[in-house]
């Protein structure tokens, strides 16, 4: 099973998946596009919650970072002067810390990724999507920032004019990437950013070729709900590109990507515009607060991939 991903919603979907056929089965393609380097080390937020999450120590109540982390490290370096605006916890850094040693040894992000997860005891297998710098930048009146100081830094207020993808047509597809998505037996798309998520992994050369190519059924889960954003700043993002919020407006963007729509009960009423995509459409309760939520959800993506 393949899955493309961002990071908490996707993270809480693959914990249901992991439940019903364990990691072992799972390959995950995640977004790099958010990766940036602070303190002199190289962070890799959407890696870091997915491979968290598997390993059992991310902190479900923020969805990011460690469970029970500490921020000493942090505080000094606030006394010192710096920025202190990217939230590292004390554990966490010891990540950011390994991997930015290993890229230093001459480790691609891909084969560091592979250890670290390996380290922490994950059997998924977790690849970036690419092992070239792509980043994901976000246009504004005042120029382009990178998405995390759009997102974190200056808390979403900038008005969005526009994204891009800085690097991407000199970056390759990371290796098994493209074979992934091309040999798997089924391809999820969990309720990620489709921009800035699942968008910047479609950007890089080949995946999305790929994609369509795939004789596995396909199947994408909507982050929308009733015209909002479950979590982070798609909204703005679709509205700063022209396009109002809704769950058709998401499946207007992977229309030739996949064969099955899985929306909130909530967006019922947009099925039969969806369909003249040419779509099928699963309506389900998308919203996964328990741990219960995440199984059924993934239990309604798993069987759409599996029906023939």
């Not at 979590?231 to 990507?257: C, F, Q, R, T």
């Not at 309760?285 to 993506?301: C, F, G, N, R, Y």
Request: proline share 3%.
């Amino acid at each position: 099973m393949t899955i493309l991903a961002g990071g908490v919603g996707a993270a809480k979907l693959i914990t249901g998946l992991a439940k019903l056929i364990g990691q072992e089965d799972l390959t995950i393609i995640v977004n790099t596009g958010d990766d940036i380097e602070l303190h002199g080390l190289h962070i890799s937020p959407d890696v870091d919650i997915i491979t968290y999450t598997l390993a059992g120590i991310v902190d479900e109540e923020k969805g990011w970072g460690i469970r029970d982390d500490t921020f000493h490290c942090l505080e000094a370096l606030k006394r010192l002067g710096c920025e202190t605006w990217f939230k590292l916890g004390d554990r966490d850094l010891a990540t950011h810390i390994y991997r930015t040693s290993l890229l230093k040894m001459g480790f691609t992000l891909s084969e560091a990724t592979a250890v670290i997860s390996k380290a922490l005891g994950v059997k998924a297998r977790i690849i970036p999507m690419s092992d070239h710098r792509v980043e994901t930048r976000i246009l504004t009146r005042d120029g382009t920032i990178h998405f995390q100081e759009y997102l974190v830094k200056r808390g979403m207020r900038d008005e969005v004019l526009g994204v891009k993808f800085a690097g991407v047509e000199e970056a390759e597809p990371a290796p098994g990437v493209v074979d992934s998505i091309l040999d798997s037996d089924g391809i999820i798309i969990p309720p990620s950013n489709p921009i800035v998520s699942i968008g910047t992994i479609l950007s890089i050369k080949g995946v999305r070729e790929a994609l369509r190519s795939s004789k596995a059924r396909r199947v994408a889960i909507s982050p929308i709900i009733a015209g909002h954003a479950v979590k982070g700043p798609l909204e703005k993002l679709l509205w700063g590109l022209g396009v109002e919020p809704s769950a058709y407006a998401v499946a207007a963007i992977y229309k030739d990507l996949v064969d099955t729509f899985i929306l909130d009960q909530a967006d019922i009423h947009e099925r039969q515009r969806i369909e003249r995509l040419g779509l099928k459409v699963v309506a389900a309760e998308t919203l996964m607060k328990s741990l219960d939520d995440k199984v059924q959800l993934a239990a309604i993506a798993l069987k759409e991939v599996q029906h023939k």
